[in-house]
């Protein structure tokens, strides 16, 4: 059945996704922080720990690879930390394991992008565009002049970077097909609480004057909380992990062998409510953007 990879693989979404993938016979090399237990142990969010991950998979893999999915990421943490993370540590390990893809047996690489990219108003572009330049240092100036968008602004980037290299030699040319997963609140075990309980913005606020690091971490900030719990539910709920490692091991499948270059929603409908017209979309008769063309990486 083939081998995967599969960043933070030892908890949450990522643990759902292992889980299914080894119940339908493949063989999973995980990447996590070190003391989690993974065959990897490295942190993604720095460029050293990144090359050392990429390097060490290889030797594991004997250099083939027949799946990657990059699902490790962080939303209410500094922004340097969600810029450096999720977006470096999962462009950088895509373009590192893509020779390594290219030898496998239809192989397939996907990734999470949030589906805040889909509902946040106002994603500064220059902080988009100077991500797919690979500019970190200049991504990091400019959230000076926008402060509380380095999530949406790097998962929107992200999704950018998929649709514009999928199609392109590097990746589809060598049989690689490249897609996105965009989902919206899961009810994985720190969500838990702030989806449920209508109480938990005020708990978490009175306990940060105790324990600020560790109740932010699991609780988040009231402001937060409220505004998540304040999302739209078509379908009564939010989805669990095991819902979107569905859709994350039929996207490794022969089954989507022809989805190349889409980044799609599971999300209970939130997307949709929100913006019902936007897609599909007429294509615009003026010229595409230059920068519509794939760079290298």
């Avoid at 394991?97 to 509902?119: E, H």
């Avoid at 240092?137 to 000076?144: D, S």
Wanted: glycine share 10%.
């Amino acid at each position: 059945m083939g081998n995967v990879v599969v960043t933070g693989s030892q908890a949450g979404t990522g643990l759902a996704i292992r889980k299914q993938l080894e119940a339908s016979g493949r063989i999973v090399l995980g990447i996590d922080l070190p003391g989690k237990g993974a065959e990897v142990e490295a942190d993604l969010s720095t460029p050293d720990g990144r090359q050392e991950a990429i390097q060490n998979l290889l030797k594991q893999c004997g250099g083939v690879l027949d799946g990657l999915v990059c699902n490790v990421g962080v939303d209410h943490a500094p922004d340097s930390l969600v810029i450096s993370l999720n977006y470096f540590g999962t462009v950088d390990l895509l373009v590192g394991l893509r020779d390594a893809l290219a030898w496998g047996k239809q192989p397939a690489a996907v990734t999470s992008v949030s589906n805040s990219m889909l509902i946040t108003p106002g994603i500064p572009e220059d902080m988009v565009e100077a991500l797919l330049q690979g500019d970190e240092g200049r991504a990091l100036e400019l959230l000076k002049d926008h402060p509380g968008k380095a999530y949406a602004s790097s998962n929107l980037a992200l999704a950018r970077w998929i649709r514009r290299h999928a199609p392109s030699p590097q990746w589809a040319g060598r049989g690689i097909t490249l897609n996105g997963v965009s989902s919206g609140p899961i009810m994985t075990n720190p969500w838990k609480p702030i989806l449920d309980n209508p109480l938990a913005g005020w708990w978490a606020l009175w306990s940060s004057m105790w324990a600020p690091d560790l109740l932010r971490q699991f609780l988040g900030d009231p402001a937060f909380g409220n505004a998540v719990r304040e999302l739209p539910r078509p379908l009564g709920r939010h989805t669990t992990p095991e819902q979107v490692a569905n859709l994350f091991e039929f996207l490794l499948s022969d089954k989507a062998r022809f989805i190349v270059g889409q980044v799609i929603a599971i999300d209970g409908g939130i997307e949709a409510t929100f913006r019902p017209d936007d897609w599909p979309a007429a294509l615009p008769s003026k010229p595409a953007r230059e920068s519509s063309t794939p760079r290298s990486g």
